[in-house]
């Protein structure tokens, strides 16, 4: 996957280190070029000086191309604006941004943006998110114990139960999108192909999930 981070504080160094382990390209930008040397002598990827909802700074970094995109530098604002251009006008897919103030988390939900309170969640957390494709977190309960993540039912479970796809505590479908019509799904219920699906899942079951979705 092609990865772009937006920031090399604490956050944007930790994930770029954490992502560039794989076979992830990863491209990271900030306006201060100091910042840098918060990659260690181990880190792959590429560095961009500049400001992160710059135009052509994002097509220098290849924005185009790219498969997921964090903004994490310590503005919001900045976050917000960098994560509404790489998601309305490039149409990245997968698309996260810090925010630093929950108070004004549901703003930026109703514009769209995907975000997430940078105290509460780690590294590895976001890493995940940005690395995981065919899983969107639609919102996280409570102190970000139970993520709510929305499908496309993968092709190797179409045909199979519900009941394949859950981990009692852990894992639980809450409902299936099917057509013009949602239902809450029953243990038997079969998986149909373009089935769009909730999921109630643990924060520490993501890589169980991702065994059971084939991803793993």
Known sequence: MKIIIVGCGRIGSGLAMKLSQGDNEIIVIDQEPLTFKHLSTGFKGKTIAGVGFDREVLLTAGIKRTDSLAAV??????NALTARIA??????PRVVSALHEPRKAEIYRRLGLQVFDPMSWGVNRVADLLSFA??????????????IMEIEIPALLVGRRVGELTIP???SVVSISRGNRSIIPVISTVFEDRDLVHLAVATASGERLKSLLGLG
């Open 73 to 78: 530098t310590s503005n919001d604002e900045a």
């Open 87 to 92: 998601s309305q006008i490039f149409g990245v």
């Open 134 to 147: 065919p899983v969107n977190v639609a919102m996280s309960i409570g102190n970000g114990d139970v993520d």
């Open 169 to 171: 505590g852990e894992v």
